[in-house]
């Protein structure tokens, strides 16, 4: 979800307002023996939605909704444990139910707004942002929600008129510094959004587990004006903070099982899915070394489809162990149990979880760039699939690694000598890989992308063998929601202040680049 729609939970929950008798829609009378029994429904999936419990929420909230379906605020509780569960079919539809119900609810109109944006539709989001800050105008959520869908839809400026009035006194907190932040490179206001991550974080509740984040922003902000020592030091103290574990020496045993069972005698062996879909594109590789620029290019082409960071792949390998648990066999030897039909299986599993996001493109990418480890798996269930190997400079991939505050668990990154040990354990997944796949990889250096973009475009269409299109060499202006730490770079023309970033923190790094030696 995205910041706004999380300050939009902190601040409403999921309770709404009214009651069964004041919301529900005329002429709809129900039973009293029907209305109390939603309620306790309702009431039972309050407790479990502010456990996080969010699956056993949305049972209630249905079977509350059943009872009584014409109450708003039990199709708006709905909504929301959907949209926090990862039930998206339910949220828009009920949300839209709770609206056309009770047209006055601010919340649903807020929670719809956040909804639409963050999945790609900022400008359907507009309207109903607007419409909840006019039912109440004085919500500082509210109106850093509707800051948030103003500058997503491109209107930074405008985003900044409504919070200017709140950043004097911080009214918002931490959400007001995370919106802030987000426009304010856009509008030449870096140093002032730092200031006031440090009044929040200094004066206002932030939870332990968001502190990090502020942090981060802090960092970015203090890059992007020139002040490297203080953004360091802030990435820094995010770590401290987050204290994220992680063992490098386990790690690297675990690598070295996995790469050890995927010899090319033992993936020769192993049985093949027979589908036949070429649908499939891994974009892969450390993060922040290009995966979201080169989807970026590549879902500008009519015949691709940029589905974004998917976990599909993870969830075959957790399917895999399931299988098999009975036996005790771990991944990935617990493939040696599986067969044909078990591939086929699983592989659709894969196949339509990208076909629910477009069932039409002839290539639908998959840039989680963490699929480098699963990339024996994705041969026995994809084996017609095509991978994009992004590569770039390591110092500035770990040096950016160690600066971005990732929205998923990236516990290598918690300090600079884990992530080196983890960064050549990758190099040697990928070694390995190249040796004993037969599916293509392709590898496209950041850093010849910046030199040569249309040359690069070029050769990863050829890749795919698909034509030419003018729109790859246009990739910014491309509206497609990207939910990852690279959004705001894929929208903007190539640039090439990236390359070589690493020499301004270069006292800052001596264990990394000692670990991790420049590509010369």
Same mark, same amino acid.
């Given at each position: 979800?995205?910041?706004?729609?999380?300050?939009?939970?902190?601040?409403?929950?999921?309770?709404?307002?009214?009651?069964?008798?004041?919301?529900?829609?005329?002429? !709809?009378?129900?039973?009293?023996?029907?209305?109390?029994?939603?309620?306790?429904?309702?009431?039972?999936?309050?407790?479990?939605?502010?456990?996080?419990?969010?699956?056993?929420?949305?049972?209630?909230?249905?079977?509350?909704?059943?009872?009584?379906?014409?109450?708003?605020?039990?199709?708006?509780?709905?909504?929301?444990?959907?949209?926090?569960?990862?039930?998206?079919?339910?949220?828009?539809?009920?949300?839209?139910?709770?609206?056309?119900?009770?047209?006055?609810?601010?919340?649903?109109?807020?929670?719809?707004?956040?909804?639409?944006?963050?999945?790609?539709?900022?400008?359907?989001?507009?309207?109903?942002?607007?419409?909840?800050?006019?039912?109440?105008?004085?919500?500082?959520?509210?109106?850093?929600?509707?800051?948030?869908?103003? $500058?997503?839809?491109?209107?930074?400026?405008?985003?900044?008129?409504?919070? !200017?009035?709140?950043?004097?006194?911080?009214?918002?907190?931490?959400?007001?510094?995370? $919106?802030?932040?987000?426009?304010?490179?856009?509008?030449?206001?870096?140093?002032?959004?730092?200031?006031?991550?440090?009044?929040?974080?200094?004066?206002?509740?932030?939870?332990?587990?968001?502190?990090?984040?502020?942090?981060?922003?802090?960092?970015?902000?203090?890059?992007?004006?020139?002040?490297?020592?203080?953004?360091?030091?802030?990435?820094?103290?995010?770590? !401290?903070?987050?204290?994220?574990?992680?063992?490098?020496?386990?790690?690297?045993?675990?690598?070295?099982?996995?790469?050890?069972?995927?010899?090319?005698?033992?993936?020769?062996?192993?049985?093949?899915?027979?589908?036949?879909?070429?649908?499939?594109?891994?974009?892969?590789?450390?993060?922040? *070394?290009?995966?979201?620029?080169?989807?970026?290019?590549?879902?500008?082409?009519?015949?691709?489809?940029?589905?974004?960071?998917?976990?599909?792949?993870?969830?075959?390998?957790?399917?895999?162990?399931?299988?098999?648990?009975?036996?005790?066999?771990?991944?990935?030897?617990?493939?040696?149990?599986? *067969?044909?039909?078990?591939?086929?299986?699983?592989?659709?599993?894969?196949?339509?979880?990208?076909?629910?996001?477009?069932?039409?493109?002839?290539?639908?990418?998959?840039?989680?760039?963490?699929?480098?480890?699963?990339?024996?798996?994705?041969?026995?269930?994809?084996?017609?699939?095509?991978?994009?190997?992004?590569?770039?400079?390591?110092?500035?991939?770990?040096?950016?690694?160690?600066?971005?505050?990732?929205?998923?668990?990236?516990?290598?990154?918690?300090?600079?000598?884990?992530?080196?040990?983890?960064?050549?354990?990758?190099?040697?997944?990928?070694?390995?890989?190249?040796?004993?796949?037969?599916?293509?990889?392709?590898?496209?250096?950041?850093?010849?992308?910046?030199?040569?973009?249309?040359?690069?475009?070029?050769?990863?269409?050829?890749?795919?063998?698909?034509?030419?299109?003018?729109?790859?060499?246009?990739?910014?202006?491309?509206?497609?929601?990207?939910?990852?730490?690279?959004?705001?770079?894929?929208?903007?023309?190539?640039?090439?202040?990236?390359?070589?970033?690493?020499?301004?923190?270069?006292?800052?790094?001596?264990?990394?680049?000692?670990?991790?030696?420049?590509?010369?």
């Amino acid at each position: 979800m995205t910041n706004a729609l999380r300050a939009s939970a902190s601040a409403e929950g999921c309770e709404g307002s009214g009651s069964p008798e004041q919301s529900r829609g005329a002429g !709809e009378a129900v039973g009293g023996d029907a209305v109390t029994r939603a309620r306790d429904e309702a009431a039972r999936g309050d407790v479990l939605y502010l456990r996080g419990e969010f699956k056993p929420a949305i049972e209630r909230f249905q079977e509350a909704v059943r009872l009584v379906p014409g109450e708003a605020l039990f199709h708006y509780k709905l909504a929301c444990a959907a949209a926090k569960g990862g039930e998206q079919r339910l949220a828009e539809p009920h949300f839209l139910e709770a609206i056309r119900l009770n047209p006055g609810h601010a919340s649903a109109h807020d929670w719809l707004a956040q909804w639409y944006l963050n999945h790609g539709q900022p400008e359907r989001a507009l309207g109903y942002s607007e419409t909840a800050l006019r039912l109440a105008p004085d919500n500082p959520y509210f109106i850093i929600s509707r800051a948030s869908v103003l $500058n997503a839809a491109g209107d930074a400026r405008a985003a900044w008129e409504l919070l !200017e009035p709140l950043v004097g006194s911080a009214r918002g907190g931490m959400w007001l510094a995370v $919106n802030y932040a987000a426009i304010a490179r856009k509008i030449g206001h870096e140093l002032q959004a730092a200031a006031l991550i440090e009044r929040v974080l200094r004066e206002s509740p932030v939870a332990t587990g968001a502190r990090p984040h502020l942090h981060y922003l802090a960092a970015g902000l203090l890059d992007a004006a020139g002040l490297y020592d203080e953004a360091f030091a802030q990435a820094r103290v995010a770590k !401290e903070v987050a204290r994220l574990p992680f063992d490098p020496a386990f790690h690297s045993e675990i690598v070295s099982r996995r790469l050890e069972y995927f010899s090319k005698q033992n993936l020769q062996a192993l049985p093949r899915a027979t589908h036949g879909s070429r649908r499939p594109v891994f974009i892969l590789g450390m993060p922040r *070394s290009g995966t979201s620029l080169v989807e970026q290019i590549l879902a500008s082409h009519p015949d691709v489809f940029g589905g974004g960071e998917l976990d599909l792949l993870l969830r075959a390998v957790r399917s895999v162990v399931a299988m098999n648990r009975a036996k005790g066999a771990v991944y990935p030897e617990s493939l040696d149990f599986i *067969s044909v039909a078990d591939a086929d299986r699983l592989a659709a599993g894969y196949l339509d979880g990208i076909a629910s996001l477009n069932a039409d493109a002839r290539y639908v990418t998959d840039k989680m760039p963490m699929n480098f480890q699963f990339l024996g798996l994705a041969e026995v269930l994809l084996p017609d699939c095509r991978v994009i190997h992004c590569v770039r400079d390591p110092r500035d991939t770990c040096l950016s690694c160690y600066l971005t505050g990732f929205a998923t668990d990236h516990e290598f990154t918690g300090n600079l000598g884990h992530l080196a040990a983890f960064y050549r354990d990758y190099v040697r997944m990928m070694e390995h890989w190249k040796k004993v796949l037969t599916v293509p990889i392709l590898e496209v250096r950041y850093e010849d992308v910046v030199a040569d973009m249309p040359g690069q475009a070029r050769r990863m269409l050829e890749f795919l063998d698909l034509p030419w299109d003018d729109r790859c060499l246009s990739f910014h202006e491309n509206k497609r929601h990207v939910p990852t730490a690279s959004r705001d770079q894929v929208r903007k023309p190539l640039y090439a202040s990236s390359i070589g970033r690493w020499k301004h923190y270069e006292r800052h790094i001596p264990e990394l680049l000692a670990l991790v030696p420049g590509i010369g």
